[in-house]
């Protein structure tokens, strides 16, 4: 059943929200406060500052109704849509528990595809192999980065650029197909899909799983795309491996890359970065020259973000071409980073 003492008396969702917040006393409120958006909370403070005043039973009805959602949302994080459903009928009743996942699905947008998050990647690969190559491009951008990159790797090497390229191309998918997609693969779970239109894949999509993948499955994708979608290729090689990734690379690679990098770059390069970033390039420097690019830092005062970006970009340039040529490795997760 809805919650009547909300819907029935009329309240909106901005409404409840407000003597939620009112209800939660003006300390908690204000640690909410901090997760909102500039336009929330100007809207929210409109609506607190127009209540006048909050009966028990609303209160509790709208307490209520924010538990359940909290309760939900726990139940379908540790075991998904079907275990929540199934521990909310028994706590609230089939129609009560229904009601509080459809306003929670709608708010939250729950992905499409859970069942095939939670499937074995070795029994997806079988599942999904013969698709085509479009099919599997929509399945994989749900996935997980390292669940679609063991797929992607496991696919023959003629499919695996055409759907690295379908994945970075994509960029809103209709709901009636994503549910006529799910049907095939789980019809449970069609009538759970968020109606509003879904933003998946692009550049950012495979950019991930190809960071995952093995060096050989991503060298043969993006020298395939450089062929195919030049363009494509050189958007995708920018985003693969940003400044900030050489904590990936041991002590050894670190110091083998600083060779090849003008200490003028080094020093743009490390104006506008993570504390991190720079005690790892430090310690694989000489004091003295470490003492030297510290002292230009400071002395060289504010800088353009873009000239920092261009020369961290000349830094990635030479990482990347140190692994190509096979004197350092970058530590993927694939099998590739296993050295004997």
Same mark, same amino acid.
């Given at each position: 059943?809805?919650?009547?003492? &909300? #819907?029935?008396?009329?309240?909106?969702?901005?409404?409840?929200?407000?003597?939620?917040?009112?209800?939660?006393?003006?300390?908690?409120? =204000?640690?909410?406060?901090?997760?909102?958006?500039? *336009?929330?909370?100007?809207?929210? /403070?409109?609506?607190?500052?127009?209540?006048?005043?909050?009966?028990?039973?609303?209160?509790?009805?709208?307490? %209520?109704?924010?538990?359940?959602?909290?309760?939900?949302?726990?139940?379908?994080?540790?075991?998904?849509?079907?275990?929540?459903?199934? !521990?909310? $009928?028994?706590?609230?009743?089939?129609?009560? =528990?229904?009601?509080?996942?459809?306003?929670?699905?709608?708010?939250?947008?729950?992905?499409?595809?859970?069942?095939?998050?939670?499937?074995?990647?070795?029994?997806?690969?079988?599942?999904?192999?013969?698709?085509?190559?479009? %099919?599997?491009?929509?399945?994989? #951008?749900?996935?997980?980065?390292?669940?679609?990159?063991?797929?992607? #790797?496991?696919?023959?090497?003629?499919?695996? =650029?055409? @759907?690295?390229?379908?994945?970075?191309?994509?960029?809103?998918?209709?709901?009636?197909?994503?549910?006529?997609? *799910?049907?095939?693969?789980?019809?449970?779970?069609?009538?759970?899909?968020?109606?509003?239109? /879904?933003?998946?894949?692009?550049?950012?999509?495979?950019?991930?799983?190809?960071? /995952?993948?093995?060096?050989? /499955? $991503?060298?043969? +994708?993006?020298? %395939?795309?450089?062929?195919?979608?030049?363009?494509?290729?050189? $958007?995708?090689?920018?985003?693969?491996?940003?400044?900030?990734? +050489?904590?990936?690379?041991?002590?050894?690679?670190?110091?083998?890359?600083?060779?090849?990098?003008?200490?003028?770059?080094? &020093?743009?390069?490390?104006?506008?970065?993570?504390?991190?970033?720079?005690?790892?390039?430090?310690?694989?420097? #000489?004091?003295?020259?470490? @003492?030297?690019?510290?002292?230009?830092?400071?002395?060289?005062?504010?800088?353009?973000?873009?000239? @920092?970006?261009?020369?961290?970009?000349?830094?990635?340039?030479?990482?990347?071409? !140190? $692994?190509?040529?096979?004197?350092?490795?970058?530590?993927?997760?694939?099998?590739? *980073?296993?050295?004997?």
């Amino acid at each position: 059943m809805p919650n009547t003492a &909300t #819907s029935e008396m009329g309240f909106k969702g901005v409404q409840r929200a407000a003597i939620l917040l009112i209800s939660l006393g003006p300390e908690r409120s =204000a640690g909410i406060f901090k997760h909102l958006k500039e *336009e929330e909370i100007e809207e929210m /403070t409109l609506e607190i500052a127009n209540i006048r005043s909050v009966t028990p039973q609303v209160k509790e009805a709208v307490i %209520t109704e924010f538990y359940e959602l909290c309760l939900a949302q726990q139940y379908i994080a540790e075991g998904g849509i079907g275990y929540a459903k199934d !521990l909310l $009928e028994k706590a609230l009743g089939s129609e009560k =528990a229904m009601d509080v996942i459809g306003k929670l699905t709608a708010s939250l947008q729950v992905k499409p595809f859970e069942f095939v998050r939670k499937t074995d990647a070795t029994q997806l690969i079988n599942f999904i192999q013969d698709e085509h190559p479009q %099919t599997i491009a929509l399945i994989l #951008s749900y996935l997980a980065p390292g669940q679609a990159a063991l797929v992607m #790797s496991a696919l023959p090497p003629e499919r695996q =650029a055409d @759907v690295a390229r379908r994945i970075a191309v994509m960029d809103r998918t209709s709901p009636d197909i994503i549910k006529e997609v *799910e049907k095939v693969l789980e019809s449970k779970l069609a009538s759970l899909v968020n109606q509003d239109y /879904t933003i998946i894949g692009g550049v950012d999509a495979v950019v991930e799983i190809l960071n /995952t993948v093995d060096r050989g /499955t $991503e060298r043969h +994708i993006m020298e %395939t795309l450089e062929v195919e979608a030049p363009e494509l290729a050189e $958007e995708i090689r920018k985003k693969m491996f940003v400044f900030e990734d +050489i904590l990936l690379l041991d002590d050894r690679a670190i110091q083998r890359v600083l060779r090849d990098v003008e200490n003028n770059d080094l &020093t743009m390069a490390m104006k506008s970065t993570k504390d991190e970033v720079k005690e790892a390039i430090f310690n694989n420097m #000489s004091k003295r020259l470490a @003492v030297m690019i510290k002292e230009d830092m400071d002395f060289m005062g504010p800088v353009r973000m873009k000239d @920092v970006e261009e020369a961290q970009q000349k830094i990635v340039n030479v990482i990347r071409k !140190l $692994e190509d040529s096979g004197e350092i490795v970058i530590s993927r997760g694939g099998g590739d *980073e296993i050295v004997v």
